[in-house]
């Protein structure tokens, strides 16, 4: 259910940009909100960013706010994680999900493998 694949990570300089791309499989995309979490070594799950299923709202978690940016592209059934200025810290491994409530809910995913951001010297 409400399957994704994320895509784009990478290994990145600190202060470089990655985009991932998260993809839907088998749902239309634009009847949900999609956030984008990421999970360090020994750390919990954390929320990163959410768009609403139109666009038209976004939230951020602190630690990331100013330097990436979710959007989407409905008609392609993908939305992405813009990811500039990236730090040390930001490595992680980068999931998206189907997200209720207009971004204040939990999310639905079922955390598939999803894509490895690693920012090292």
């Known amino acids: 259910q409400l399957q994704v694949v994320e895509s784009g990570g990478g290994l990145v300089q600190p202060g470089g940009s990655l985009r991932l791309s998260c993809a839907a499989s088998g749902f239309t995309l634009r009847y949900y909100a999609i956030g984008w979490f990421r999970q360090a070594p020994g750390k919990e799950r954390e929320g990163v960013a959410c768009?609403?299923?139109?666009?038209?709202?976004?939230n951020y978690a602190d630690s990331v706010k100013g330097r990436f940016t979710i959007s989407r592209e409905n008609a392609k059934n993908m939305v992405y994680l813009q990811m500039n200025s990236l730090k040390p810290e930001d490595t992680a491994i980068y999931y998206c999900?189907?997200?209720?409530?207009?971004?204040?809910?939990?999310?639905?995913?079922?955390w598939g493998q999803g894509t490895q951001v690693t920012v090292s010297s």
């Open positions: 768009i609403t299923n139109s666009g038209g709202s976004t």
């Open positions: 999900s189907a997200v209720p409530l207009d971004c204040r809910g939990q999310p639905f995913g079922s």
